[in-house]
Antibody, heavy 118, light 107 residues
């Protein structure tokens, strides 16, 4: 059974960099069949796709983050990571990592709350 | 971006009811659509992919239909565990977008 688990600081100061890691168990992130994404959800609101990475290292991002997001892979640790630079209060949200299949997301982490505040 | 609009935003229903949620895309997305169920404090759960394919392990009372710009999620006979928020998601373009959600609550 594939499992994903997010980790990282729950509190980030404005203008700093948000860094999160997703650890995948029960399957290899090097499998070319899937891709790996980050998705966020502000409290009481809808879901926003942040970006994705394939096992080749190829990435795509949501332009709404204005090039502030970077997703990377660490195949030795079976992890992938998210960095968002120059954060503001608008980046406060629950952050999920997820496995993408054809385009749908079949496995999700439990989510980690990130608050941007001084 | 492809905008996804769900209706209604809130739906009140009773156990045993047949309920339908609609999702409209701002442009044609063929059948590249998924439906998710989310309960408070939990991650979304995939129910339907490619508009009408039922994910493994999801009860058969859930079904999806549609193509192009209009899609529906139907629950044939509502069970107590089904009260939750439902989201649609398009993956016709790499810039994936979600609907704003439909909260299914007890009548």
């Amino acid at each position: 059974q594939v499992q994903l688990q997010e980790s990282g600081p729950g509190l980030v100061k404005p203008s700093q960099t948000l860094s999160l890691t997703c650890t995948v168990s029960g399957g290899s992130i090097s499998t070319g069949t899937y891709f790996w994404s980050w998705i966020r959800q502000p409290a009481g609101k809808g879901l926003e796709w942040i970006g994705r990475i394939y096992s080749t290292g190829s990435t795509n991002y949501n332009p709404s983050l204005q090039s502030r997001a970077t997703i990377s892979l660490d195949t030795s640790q079976n992890q992938f990571s998210l960095k968002v630079t120059s954060v503001t209060a608008a980046d406060t949200a629950m952050y999920y990592c997820a496995r993408g299949r054809g385009g749908e997301f079949d496995y999700w982490g439990q989510g980690t709350q990130v608050t941007v505040s001084s | 971006d492809i905008q996804m609009t769900q209706s209604p935003s809130t739906l009140s229903a009773s156990v045993g009811d047949r309920v339908t949620i609609t999702c409209r895309a701002s442009q044609s997305i063929s059948t590249w659509l998924a439906w998710y169920q989310q309960k408070p404090g939990k991650a979304p759960k995939l129910l339907i992919y490619k508009a009408s394919s039922l994910e493994n392990g999801v009860p058969s009372r859930f079904s999806g239909s549609g193509s192009g710009t209009e899609f529906t999620l139907t629950i044939s006979s509502l069970q107590p565990d089904d009260f939750a928020t439902y989201f649609c998601q398009q993956y016709n373009s790499y810039l994936y977008t979600f609907g704003q959600g439909t909260k299914l609550q007890v009548k």
